[in-house]
């Protein structure tokens, strides 16, 4: 397996939004080639938190078709403002952060995809207001592939075991796994974690149980790992640093002007 360098995502040089964008897309391109694979088998979402409506927009125009939230309230905060993008369908949202089961409501028929699927119980509400609504809804289940307790999704052992409950549920559509990779510098340990992704995908997708037979969608790699998840079949990169520049650390001790 050729080495992929792997560019320090915080360096990204400032700039427009759209020549970030095409950056990004030659690194999944260069990663795609150099796993042999199709550069057109990974989507680009764009991990748009913290960030303006208009650098939103700025993304949409620059081509991007997948934008990515993380919290309930942002979400439908900005939704207003893209809806003419959304309904153009120019751009589909996916939520990618942690979702309370009491904040269900908000979510279901604005978003294309819950990518944080954690448990039966929040699959199950999603399940009956999609149902209720009679909106489709595809869902990832997010999987703690690096077992940092930090990390939302659920534990690897009980993944497979989600998915096929998942599965069977008759509104929302099982799509495929989610995980946040591993926070080291040890690629090693990165890309294993998407190994064993990828290997719970493929469990799940060749059980040939019922509802299953659409979970294909990797959901891994971000600004600092994209090439190991591409290397290890991505499916769908979440960029957002490597398009925005570096978010300020919650906190605000970055030195901004006052
Ligand atoms: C912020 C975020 C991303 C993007 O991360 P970057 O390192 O900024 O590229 C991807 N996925 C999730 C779930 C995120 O919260």
Redesign the pocket.
């Known amino acids: 397996m050729p080495a992929v360098p792997v560019p320090d995502?915080a360096a990204s040089a400032p700039g427009p939004v759209a020549a970030r964008v095409a950056r990004v897309r030659d690194r999944v391109a260069a990663a795609a080639r150099g796993a042999g694979r199709d550069v057109h088998d990974v989507r680009l979402?764009v991990?748009t938190?913290t960030q303006p409506v208009e650098a939103v927009r700025a993304v949409v125009a620059a081509g991007v078709d997948l934008i990515?939230e993380?919290r309930v309230q942002e979400l439908t905060a900005k939704l207003p403002a893209l809806a003419p993008e959304v309904e153009a369908g120019r751009v589909a949202v996916h939520l990618?952060?942690h979702l309370q089961s009491n904040k269900v409501n908000a979510v279901v028929g604005r978003v294309a995809c819950v990518?944080?699927v954690d448990s039966f119980a929040l699959a199950r509400r999603l399940d009956r207001r999609a149902a209720a609504l009679g909106v489709p809804l595809d869902v990832l289940v997010q999987v703690n592939v690096s077992r940092e307790a930090s990390k939302d999704g659920v534990d690897p052992a009980d993944a497979v075991e989600l998915a096929l409950a998942v599965a069977r549920l008759d509104a929302v559509r099982l799509r495929g796994f989610?995980t946040?990779g591993a926070r080291t510098p040890d690629v090693g340990r990165v890309r294993a974690g998407f190994a064993e992704l990828r290997g719970l995908r493929d469990a799940v997708l060749g059980s040939g149980a019922p509802g299953t037979e659409h979970a294909t969608e990797l959901s891994m790699g971000?600004?600092?790992d994209?090439e190991a998840a591409v290397a290890e079949g991505s499916t769908l990169v979440?960029?957002?640093?490597?398009?925005?520049g570096p978010?300020p650390a919650p906190g605000g001790a970055q030195n901004s002007a006052r």
Do not use: Y
């Not at 979440?238 to 925005?244: D, L, P």
């Open positions: 995502a979402l991990a938190k990515g993380n990618i952060g990518e944080s989610m946040i971000m600004s600092g994209l979440r960029v957002g640093t490597a398009v925005f978010r």
